[in-house]
């Protein structure tokens, strides 16, 4: 059993070690003298092996830091480490970093040299005199059909500030650019000084070969500058500047688009430029004889998605096939995309065992080499129909054709509708009453109930409030002196809260006195009290001075309903 | 019961008084343009349905199909926005502003990224103004009288709470409702592109940056109005100039 496992594993490592390769990249070949590239060496198909990195006169060599990766696609698992390395110039002039080795096991595997080419930093702008700009890309060979990102920098010093640019202009006959119209912003340090950079993001994807040019590109920038025409002092106190337009020109780029190559290319290839991912899934893997399966293929990658075409599938006679859909999406640049193929089947027989294979052959520009990805047959499992018959059925017949509706816009209407009214309603003086009322009706309301509370739990308030109305009354109905003095009686009983029978002159003036009443109504009043005494002790009648008497009571009462008791 | 009973004439009442449209009887000038536009003349019954005061909901909505037929989407678009804006819940409106913005492809753009965002615009844009003022009302008095009535009978306090709590989200969606179509559209007016295709920039420049592309028939909030160029800001946020020309405002409310 151990000796089993040993040999197992042995084969697994053989298998390993078989599929290794290394690639070695920089982000760019041409760069100005005081920029740095990053050199990454990639390890596929091995976790472990360190590169060893060759002395290079003029060039430093800072790192590595490394990133590990595994995966498992199309049923097949992948692992890989990538190095990575900062490498400075310490002068001008073309370098080549040599073949880098990477010990794996007992094997030495080696990478391409790499061209670099270091120029003086006026070369592509005169940092003295910005703005200017570059074309900056990944490598200048590229394959046709393969999709390279591109990008135009614009650069500029900080403190003259960047308003806007216009009027993008480029030569790139052959090279089928594409560029994001949206200027990215960000910051650079060149010859260790900070600049501001803006960049157009791009890519190419060449559609002939040769070597072509990418530029001279224009544009226009407008820079924000300090306003020299005027008082300086004032215009640096308070901010005052002016827009001024700078031309841009780009010196152009030579790429080199190689053709695909002929050694090794599949017969089945049909074009597919990137690298590319294939997944295929079948729903349900269980059926009945007539019933749909979902046939889903997915292709999704690095390149341009249009140059991938439909998977071809195995034979599939024993299926009755419908139309398949696809839906393909992809970035701006089209430098990434998916493609998604849906085809319904439908089963026609119980002998079906599995789907077809489905392979898709591409070039992979980043190895140099024609590539396959492939799905293994997926195992399909076909029970018999209801009717428990075995045999190819109709497949028309069971499936209803979904109908297709017709779409167009709703035919016009013969009347005029709602009509807006020349003031909107909540604009109109209404709309506000109707808001205010209901507030103020129940302010309004809470008030007169708390009042009516207060009436029936407050007897002195009561009495109080009511003794004047009360009194009147009274004055009014009066035809002798007694009755003007039980009105007096009750008017003082009410508003002092106190028996109205034992009320005399003295007692209203003790009472009154003390509360703060003028010493002249105090007198008045006791006068009033003395009067209808001696009226009502002498026998007077009611005609001599009963009116007069009546009328001196009500102004003292409206003299003392003035007055705070 | 009483209470009840005058509860429900107010509210009778002043939904009524919050109705700002009328039902208005066909006129000769739309039959005209109907005709016009029956015998395939699209540019003709356009100017004819331009002509028709008022422009009622069903005037706009024509206009629309008038547009639409002529393959001008996005002034389709503009005037199918202007008839919802008037007959908010017509399902004939309501599926030809759809199918237009789904034929150029705009449905999604002219959808607020959030999902609450998209419920309330929905909620907001099933009535007019004018009913989100009646409805503002029903709930203030709702709210008002049920108060009232908590103060003035006490046994039913429980009962009528509910009714004040009921009143008050009314009037208080009603009242945010109101304020969202009136004022905020005030502040920040809605229009729709009806250029072929517009350029938002970073400045009110001809040749300054392109910030983003605004595709016909986008909905857009006009933030700032400086003659020839307004800066507005679409559904996702995205903010732009954009030539004046390109813009079709959405006037009722």
Redesign the interface.
């Known amino acids: 059993m151990r000796f089993c496992l040993i040999i197992g594993f042995l084969l697994a490592a053989t298998r390993v070690f078989a599929d290794v390769s290394v690639v070695a990249s920089v982000d760019r070949n041409r760069i100005s003298f005081g920029e740095s590239v990053t050199l990454t060496v990639a390890v596929q198909g091995a976790h472990n092996g360190e590169p060893s990195i060759p002395k290079v006169d003029g060039l430093t060599f800072n790192g590595p830091s490394t990133s590990t990766s595994f995966s498992f696609v199309n049923g097949q698992t992948s692992q890989s480490i990538s190095y990575t390395y900062q490498v400075t110039p310490g002068r001008t002039g073309e370098f080549i970093i040599p073949a880098i080795g990477v010990n794996i096991g007992n094997n030495t595997y080696s990478t391409t040299p790499i061209k670099l080419v270091v120029e003086k930093g006026g070369s592509q702008g005169d940092l003295g005199q910005t703005p200017f700009g570059r074309v900056v890309l990944p490598s200048q060979q590229v394959y046709i059909g393969q999709t390279v990102p591109l990008d135009v920098y614009i650069i500029w010093r900080p403190e003259v500030p960047l308003?806007?640019?216009?009027?993008f202009n480029y030569q790139a006959e052959g090279l089928g650019y594409k560029f994001l119209?949206?200027?990215k912003s960000g910051s650079q340090v060149i010859n260790g000084e900070q600049f501001n950079v803006g960049v157009f993001q791009g890519a190419i994807s060449p559609t002939t070969t040769g070597t072509l040019n990418f530029g001279p590109c224009f544009l226009?920038v407008?820079l924000t500058v300090p306003n020299r025409g005027g008082n300086s002092l004032f215009d640096d106190m308070f901010g005052r500047t002016q827009v001024r337009e700078v031309p841009i020109t780009i010196d152009a780029v030579p790429v080199t688009v190689l053709p695909l190559p002929e050694e090794g290319r599949p017969s089945d290839f049909s074009g597919a430029v990137g690298q590319w991912n294939l997944e295929v899934t079948a729903k349900p893997a269980e059926v009945a004889v007539g019933d749909p399966i979902t046939f889903t293929i997915k292709i999704s990658g690095n390149g341009n998605i249009d140059t991938v075409p439909t998977p071809k599938l195995g034979a599939l006679d024993e299926f009755k096939t419908y139309e398949p859909t696809t839906k393909t999406t992809k970035d701006d640049l089209n430098t990434t995309g998916e493609r998604v193929i849906q085809q319904v089947l439908i089963a026609r027989s119980t002998e079906i065992k599995q789907l077809p294979e489905v392979r898709l052959t591409y070039f992979d520009p980043v190895a140099r080499a024609y590539k396959v990805a492939t799905q293994a047959p997926i195992k399909l499992v076909v029970k018999a129909g209801s009717g428990g018959q075995s045999t190819i059925v109709s497949g028309g017949n069971r499936l209803r054709p979904e109908e297709k509706l017709g779409?167009?816009?709703?035919?016009?209407?013969?009347?005029?509708?709602?009509?807006?009214?020349a003031t909107?309603?909540?604009a109109t003086p209404?709309?506000w009453a109707?808001?205010t009322m209901?507030?103020l009706?129940?302010l309004g309301?809470?008030g007169w109930?708390k009042r009516s509370d207060k009436f029936r739990g407050d007897v002195a308030y009561a009495r109080r409030v009511r003794a004047a109305r009360d009194a009147r009354k009274l004055l009014a109905a009066a035809t002798n002196y007694d009755e003007v003095q039980h009105a007096m009686q009750n008017y003082l009983g009410d508003r002092l809260n106190i028996p109205a029978a034992g009320i005399t002159a003295s007692v209203a003036e003790e009472q009154l006195l003390p509360r703060g009443v003028d010493t002249q109504l105090a007198a008045d009043l006791k006068a009033c009290f003395e009067a209808c005494d001696t009226a009502r002790f002498a026998g007077q009648s009611a005609d001599t001075g009963l009116a007069a008497t009546r009328k001196n009571v009500e102004r003292l009462i409206d003299e003392l309903e003035k007055t705070h008791l | 019961m009483n209470l009840r009973r005058h509860i429900y004439k107010v509210v009778i009442l002043v939904w009524l008084l919050g109705l700002s449209v009328a039902i208005a009887a066909p006129s000769d000038d739309l039959k005209a343009a109907n005709q016009l536009y029956d015998a395939g003349k699209f540019a003709e019954a356009a100017v004819a349905y331009e002509k028709i005061e008022p422009k009622a909901a069903h005037v706009y909505y024509n206009l629309g199909n008038a547009w639409f037929r002529q393959d001008k989407l996005g002034l389709a678009i503009l005037n199918y926005a202007q008839a919802r804006r008037l007959a908010p819940r017509d399902p004939d409106i309501l599926a030809n502003l759809k199918f237009a913005q789904q034929r150029l492809g705009v449905d999604d753009v002219n959808t607020p990224p959030r999902a609450t965002q998209r419920f309330l615009r929905s909620v907001i844009e099933r009535c007019t103004a004018s009913e989100w003022s009646a409805g503002e009302l029903v709930g203030l008095w709702l709210l008002a009288l049920a108060i009232g009535a908590c103060v003035y009978i006490p046994k039913a306090r429980a009962a009528f709470l509910v009714i004040a709590v009921a009143g008050f989200f009314v009037f208080g969606f009603s009242s945010f409702a109101l304020s969202d179509q009136v004022i905020s559209n005030h502040i920040a007016p809605q229009a729709i592109v009806v250029a072929a295709e517009t350029e938002a920039r970073f400045a009110p420049l001809s040749d300054s940056t392109v910030h983003f592309r605004l595709a016909e028939g986008t909905r857009v909030a006009i933030r700032e109005d400086r003659g020839q160029w307004l800066f507005v800001e679409r559904a996702d946020g995205q903010q732009g100039w954009v030539k004046a020309e390109s813009i079709g405002r959405i006037t009722n409310f």
């Open positions: 308003r806007g640019s216009g009027g119209p949206n200027l226009r407008q779409q167009d816009i709703v035919y016009l209407k013969g009347d005029l509708g709602p009509v807006p009214l909107p309603f909540c209404t709309f109707l808001n209901p507030v009706a129940l309301g809470i109930k």
